[in-house]
């Protein structure tokens, strides 16, 4: 789904404490144009089970000014329109805001959907029918509808790990890490060697002894972050007294300018077979189960409810995509999957777990093991 919004949900790794819960797991809105945060109300809790806190700044549409070579209104719905080109348009009236001579201010979504060249046109932003922000817009002073800024965001440039780390943790620096320990009790060791290779699944010391690391790799083998996770290596279940062990490579090495940009866990496999589906899950745990469980599958894992996003997905175009929520969210990926669609890109949503006696947030693994 293409967003004409002003504002976006920082996408770097900083988090305050939420309004309502107090915990530090609150992300902010900010200004995508100035780079600065949005008030401290608006934002949301990643604890959206337990917390779900969510504020959202006043919607806006983004509009372009757009001038044809020919432009008329054809009824009270509609507009034709000739591109200097030749190429024939018929607007919805709906997305246009205004139209002067052979000219009009065109939303961006309908620009971009329709493939016609807006960037460097002239912008403005409209929020409940007024003119908020705009490149002939007068003083800030007069725009009182704006959310108030606060403070200065860094770039949005990714950061990446590099090859040589991975190699180092992986290959030269070798350790056994609880989640092994566990699998191996339930797959043969060599099934279990094969997922973690997959994968690159690494041990580390790093925070807690015995972690797992999971590595976040897209299909040009660029590492995006690294997330350190403590597993209870009797029953393969994550630590999460008397905190919950989870982490980033990027913070133990003190990184502190490393903008975390994620993708998805595993998505450096898609180019492995081409004719192969994709499955996506919510966690890496389960991703690397379930290749072993059915390995005629690509499985790859968002590594949170919330990381179900077009932006992650774009990679995966062209494939068949088939979603597994876990108990409890079917709903809510059934919703972002309608949203994702609108992007092109060919998704499905699971129910196989649906109606089955198992407890929320169990997902396929939790299904599939207890058949053993």
């Known amino acids: 789904m293409i967003s004409n919004s002003k504002y976006s949900l920082d996408n770097s790794s900083k988090k305050y404490p939420c309004p309502a819960c107090n915990k530090k797991t609150f992300v902010k809105y900010v200004d995508i144009e100035t780079g600065y ?3 401290d109300s608006f934002g949301r809790c990643d604890r959206e089970s337990k917390c779900g806190y969510y504020h959202a700044p ?3 549409n983004k509009y372009y000014l757009i001038t044809f070579l020919f432009i008329e209104s054809i009824s009270d719905k509609a507009y034709r329109a000739t591109e200097s080109n030749g190429h024939l348009h018929f607007i919805p009236t709906s997305q246009v805001l205004d139209k002067n001579g052979n000219s009009c201010w065109i939303t961006e979504w309908w620009l971009k959907t329709n493939g016609i ?3 460097g046109h002239e912008s403005r932003y409209i929020v409940s029918d007024q003119v908020i922000g705009s490149a002939v817009a007068t003083v800030a ?3 009182p509808v704006a959310p108030v800024a606060t403070a200065l965001r860094e770039p949005d440039k990714a950061s990446f790990h590099s090859l040589n780390l991975l190699d180092q943790l992986y290959n ?4 056994t890490e609880n989640l092994e320990v566990y699998l191996n009790t339930v797959f043969k060791e060599k099934q279990v060697f094969e997922a973690k290779q997959n994968y690159f699944v690494t041990g580390t010391t790093m925070f807690w002894n015995n972690a797992t690391i999971f590595w976040q790799i897209d299909q040009n083998e660029k590492i995006h972050a690294g997330k350190i996770m403590l597993y209870d290596p009797s029953t393969g279940k994550r630590i999460k007294k008397p905190y919950n062990h989870i982490n980033w490579v990027h913070k133990a ?7 975390l940009n994620q993708c998805l866990f595993g998505l450096h496999r898609i180019k492995e077979d081409y004719n192969k589906s994709i499955a996506i899950v919510e966690s890496e745990k389960t991703a690397i189960i379930m290749s072993i469980i059915v390995p005629d599958v690509l499985w790859l894992a968002t590594g949170s409810k919330q990381n179900l996003k077009t932006r992650l997905l774009e990679p995966l175009a062209g494939r068949k995509i088939v979603l597994y929520p876990d108990i409890g969210e079917f709903e809510d990926w059934i919703s972002k999957a309608e949203v994702i669609k609108k992007s092109g890109l060919k998704v499905e949503v699971s129910d196989i777990l649906e109606g089955l006696p198992l407890k929320p947030g169990a997902d396929l693994v939790d299904y599939y093991l207890s058949k053993v």
Request: no cysteine; proline share 13%; aromatic share 14%.
């Open 37 to 39: 945060y949005l008030k």
């Open 58 to 60: 006043p919607k806006e």
């Open 117 to 119: 060249s807006y960037l």
């Open 141 to 143: 002073t007069a725009l």
């Open 172 to 175: 030269e620096e070798p350790v």
């Open 253 to 259: 090495l003190k990184e502190p300018d490393f903008n």
